[in-house]
């Protein structure tokens, strides 16, 4: 199962050495290490987001709202700075609880009152942004200060705080995930839901966590897009949630549930980031753009299909039945 | 009983929408459904889309002067650029039965038949900041012309980068009608007075600051010659000026563009930006509701007729066109002078 | 099931009474026969999206590409009008378009199995990619008068030719699920597309119709739209892709498949349009329109879920405190 699950990534890692190949072929500038590194830089948000959309999809659900709860979060993070006497402390919990909250509501909706994710979130996304545009009037937080927006070029012992920051979400994430008895539970919950309960799966609590967690890292990523930009827009974020979602469909999770790795979503952050960057690189007209990371996307998900559609199967029966077996014995 | 509870449900549902929707109705306007009856007369303005700090900017200038003159100010448009959803919107105030619809067009052709039936049903209609066709609206209040503004942010251009070598371009939307017929007029301006300046690529960045923090740093790194960037939007220009700052080119790459001051002044004063050129938004508003009551007395206009506050402006009776002036720029020295 | 399903259409039609006549007692001039016509007028574009997007949801199935294809659609026939100078072969060829498209989808959903999300996912990216190519980014407006027939015009009087065009598209459609054996197939794979391969359905063939069909509705919508604002542009369209998807669950369509109708769908819509239309009549905030909509249809399926709420609220308390 696992080389299954290694090959689906390794597949996604040779389109984006092959993308890379071609692309540094043409544009020498490409493989530098300052533009490697403002590849990685300016697809963190991108990255920290599509860790808590894997889990959000590994569990079957998934989250329109997100493009919008960055922007909430974002201009209030954004005001608590301007407030004087607040510090990176007030910013951080100001950003993580208000992203919590707001993923915490989509949760409580699917899970409580079982209307289906898409459906919730994609009223929250209209929810989220009306009141937020209502509540700012349009306005947007500009002359940010400056200990909040240094947080984004400072370097701790040589390596950018938002990597750093990316570093311990991807950490955090991957240890939930893979160690602890909630990710067995995602991933059974997303496998096969009936049997997920019947082994005393708690599937409202583990949906909640997931919609919940998202919010988490959607704050912390609000953090860093003000510091990045020093100035926030109410209309941060829109559509966003789409290039989120894409990342982490081309990294390999299956929208229908039980499957997705952490390692596959951040390859799909890396050939979007690739991609953006390289159209401009190579001189390509920029009009061609969507035709290229449409045709990737198509091309991605459809030789996943045709490669494991056989074997993803049969891998989520044996998936559910070791889940059965250590359900049982927890 | 079970049906008893969901209409329950359901009143209070509609309650708290109603409190809502009075709640914000009543601090814009406590009456504004006037459906013909009170003989205040009722201007609406229409922006491309609400929420820019340009259009606001703008409407409050207008609703100053509404308030002397006696007027209902109504201001309302779509919450996207979108040209079919401001079509909506001006079909809307039609059926509301306003006195003067003032439109700043998504898209020229796309408004025309709205503002034709506005005509036809006896509102007046003038258009401000971005046209329709002429024969849908009884005047146009523009800025600047197109024209002067592409060819004025080219010399812009050639000024900061010292009339030679590789500029690029970051455009709101590859979509974007105004956008593109500046950047027209651009490339107009380089090949008759800068054959020695080279466009080498429009990049979008989707009214989004961050893909244009992004796009920027692209750009300086696809064209090592790179020596300017003329960023074509109120979103574009903050975001391209932030990556500039972060990549540490500031003064190798020279900056330009349109955008409000408060956007721009902590880049302005760093020197990330060399200037973000605009015109006085609020004076705009003004214009506009200044030319909404002369169309309510039924004069015309006059070449050269001297407004209140805003000074002389050029009226083209052929085009039924009002213009307001040259395009002003804000730099380090004077964008203390401007807050919008 | 059918219990469930009655239960959602009442509360949406009480629903929709209860806001016609908030809006008619705050906004004198909402009801009246000219502000309605242009109700039906503006919901006309993204309802019959809708109406491809219902299809679709009750196999199960989704489109995010609708809104790509509408604006693929408007330059289509924008461009071939211009090669070929007449009009009807290029709205055909528009209409054309729009098929390929839905059955370029169709292929990938039906026959090689990729998750309907995905497809479109990935062709909404590539047929708006398509059209900015085709395009470069421009708007194109040189249209002959005859063109705005279908956007603009008006039959016996004042009745919006799109209204008209509407309704017989949501007719045919209504007609076409619940009269056809198509039709039944549609709710059967939806139901049970396993069950469906057993009773003899071929799958494949009927969801390849099905994108096919919305392919199609996605292209008469980019056309009406394109006609009404007289201009083709690549991203025309665009936002009313969420907004159809709203409208269609808000109208009852069981995101899961197997259940919906067109009826719903077009209750759903008119919720949209009439909100929309009566806050600016009011005056209210566009921002306040947004999130209205978005409560509207939290809101709705809250109200209709409630049993399942109640349940939960005693488990939990049963937990918890006793």
Redesign the interface.
């Known amino acids: 199962m696992n080389d299954l699950l290694k090959k689906r990534e390794f597949v996604m890692f040779m389109m984006l050495m092959v993308i890379s190949l071609c692309i540094s072929l043409i544009a020498p500038a490409f493989l530098t290490p300052s533009n490697l590194l403002s590849i990685v830089m300016n697809n963190i948000i991108l990255a920290i987001m599509a860790m808590g959309m894997t889990l959000v999809i590994v569990t079957s659900g998934i989250d329109v709202s997100v493009g919008s709860q960055l922007g909430f979060a974002a201009i209030f993070v954004g005001l608590v700075a301007l407030i004087p006497g607040s510090n990176i402390f007030t910013v951080l919990v100001v950003g993580v609880v208000s992203g919590i909250v707001l993923g915490l509501l989509n949760g409580i909706l699917i899970a409580g009152a079982e209307i289906p994710a898409i459906v919730v979130t994609l009223g929250t996304m209209n929810i989220f942004r009306g009141s937020l545009l209502l509540y700012t009037n349009g306005k947007w937080v500009t002359a940010l200060p400056a200990w909040y927006t240094s947080l984004y070029n400072t370097s701790v012992m040589g390596i950018p705080i938002p990597i750093i920051i990316l570093l311990l979400v991807i950490g955090v994430t991957h240890f939930i995930a893979q160690h602890t008895r909630l990710g067995r539970s995602i991933y059974a919950l997303g496998g096969n839901p009936a049997i997920a309960s019947r082994v005393g799966i708690n599937t409202g609590m583990v949906t909640m966590f997931a919609f919940a967690y998202m919010g988490a890292l959607t704050g912390i990523s609000s953090i860093l897009y003000g510091a990045q930009l020093a100035t926030i827009d109410p209309n941060a974020g829109t559509s966003f949630e789409l290039m989120v979602i894409s990342a982490v469909v081309i990294g390999g999770a299956n929208v229908l549930g039980g499957s997705g790795s952490l390692l596959g979503s951040l390859i799909g952050v890396l050939i979007l980031g690739v991609l953006q960057n390289g159209i401009i690189l190579m001189r390509i007209e920029p009009y061609w753009q969507n035709v290229v990371v449409g045709l990737i996307l198509i091309t991605a998900v459809t030789l996943d299909v045709v490669n494991n559609r056989k074997k993803e199967e049969r891998k989520k029966v044996i998936y559910v039945a070791e889940e059965v077996k250590a359900g049982g014995s927890i | 009983m079970k049906a008893k509870k969901t209409v329950t449900m359901l009143l209070v549902f509609m309650f708290v929408a109603l409190l809502l929707t009075g709640c914000s109705s009543s601090s814009n306007a406590p009456k504004a459904d006037s459906g013909g009856k009170t003989d205040k007369k009722v201007v609406a303005m229409v922006p491309k889309v609400m929420g820019s700090p340009y259009f606001d900017t703008c409407a409050e200038g207008a609703k100053k002067v509404a308030a002397e003159f006696g007027f209902e100010f109504l201001y309302t448009g779509p919450t996207t650029a979108d040209a079919a959803q401001q079509v909506n919107i001006i079909q809307d105030l039609i059926n509301k039965k306003v006195d003067v619809l003032i439109v700043a067009a998504n898209d020229a052709q796309s408004v025309a038949p709205a503002l034709k039936k506005a005509k036809a049903a006896g509102i007046k209609v003038m258009t401000y900041d971005a046209d329709s066709t002429p024969d849908a609206r009884d005047l146009f209040i523009n800025q600047t012309t197109p024209e002067i503004l592409g060819r004025h942010i080219m010399d812009n251009v050639a000024k900061e980068i010292g009339g030679s070598g590789e500029y690029a371009i970051l455009t709101a939307s590859l979509t974007a009608s105004n956008q593109n017929v500046w950047i027209k007029w651009m490339k107009e301006q380089q090949a008759a007075k800068y054959p020695n300046i080279t466009l080498v690529t429009i990049a979008p960045s989707e009214e989004d600051q961050q893909k244009a923090f992004a796009q920027t740093q692209n750009l300086v790194k696809a064209y090592p010659n790179l020596k300017g960037i003329a960023a074509l939007s109120t979103v574009a220009e903050p975001g391209a000026a932030q990556a500039i700052e972060q990549l540490n080119v500031i003064g190798k790459i020279k900056l330009v563009g349109l955008a409000t001051p408060n956007g721009m002044r902590q880049y302005l004063k760093s020197g990330a930006a060399q200037s973000a050129t605009l015109w006085d938004v609020g004076k705009l508003g003004y214009l506009s509701m200044y030319m909404a009551k002369q169309l309510i007395d039924g004069k015309t206009p006059t070449d050269g007729m001297d407004v209140p506050t805003v000074g002389k402006v050029a009226y083209k009776a052929d085009n039924k066109e009002i213009i307001m002036g040259e395009p002003l720029d804000f730099t380090k020295e004077n964008v203390d002078t401007f807050n919008f | 099931m059918i219990g469930i399903k009655r239960?959602h259409e009442?509360?949406l039609l009480?629903?929709f009474i209860?806001?016609i006549i908030?809006m008619s007692l705050?906004?004198?001039?909402f009801l009246?026969i000219?502000?309605l016509l242009?109700v039906t007028?503006?919901m006309s574009?993204f309802g019959i999206l809708a109406l491809g997007v219902t299809v679709i949801i009750i196999t199960s199935g989704?489109d995010l590409s609708v809104g790509s294809i509408a604006g693929l659609t408007t330059i289509v026939i924008a461009m071939s009008y211009g090669w070929s100078g007449s009009l009807v072969a290029a709205i055909l060829l528009g209409i054309l378009a729009g098929a390929l498209c839905g059955a370029f989808n169709g292929v990938?959903i039906a026959k090689?199995?990729?998750?309907p999300?995905?497809?479109t996912?990935?062709?909404?990216?590539?047929?708006?990619?398509?059209a900015?190519?085709l395009?470069?980014?421009?708007?194109i407006?040189d249209f002959p008068e005859e063109f705005?027939f279908a956007g603009?015009g008006y039959l016996f009087g004042n009745i919006p030719v799109q209204t008209v065009i509407f309704l017989v598209l949501a007719i045919l459609t209504s007609l076409l699920l619940s009269k056809t054996p198509w039709g039944r197939r549609v709710y059967a794979v939806g139901n049970n597309s396993v069950a469906a391969v057993f009773s003899g359905v071929q799958v494949d063939k009927v969801l390849l119709y099905v994108y096919i069909f919305a392919g199609i509705m996605a292209a008469i919508s980019g056309w009406i739209?394109s006609s009404?604002?007289?201009?083709a542009?690549?991203?025309?369209g665009?936002?009313?892709l969420?907004q159809s998807?709203?409208a269609t669950?808000l109208g009852g369509t069981n995101?899961?498949g197997g259940s919906g109708t067109i009826f719903g769908t077009v209750i759903g819509v008119s919720v949209f349009a009439v909100l929309?239309?009566g806050?600016?009549?009011?005056?209210?905030?566009?921002?306040?329109?947004?999130?209205?909509?978005?409560?509207a249809?939290?809101?709705v399926?809250?109200?209709s879920?409630?049993s399942?709420?109640k349940r939960?609220i005693t488990i939990f308390i049963k937990l918890n405190f006793n």
Not at chain 3, 112 to 115: D, F
Not at chain 3, 122 to 130: D, H, K, L, Q, V
């Open positions: 239960s009442l509360i009480l629903f209860g806001l908030i705050l906004a004198p001039s009246t000219n502000n242009s007028q503006q574009e989704i990938l090689i199995g990729v998750p999300m995905l497809v996912l990935g062709t909404m990216t590539f047929f708006n990619g398509i900015l190519v395009s470069k980014g421009n708007a407006s705005y603009q739209i009404r604002v007289s201009t542009r690549a991203d025309l665009a936002v009313y969420m998807i709203a669950v995101i899961a929309a239309n806050l600016n009549l009011i005056g209210v905030s566009p921002f306040a329109q947004n999130l209205l909509m978005g409560l249809l939290i809101v399926l809250l109200i879920n409630m399942i709420i939960k």
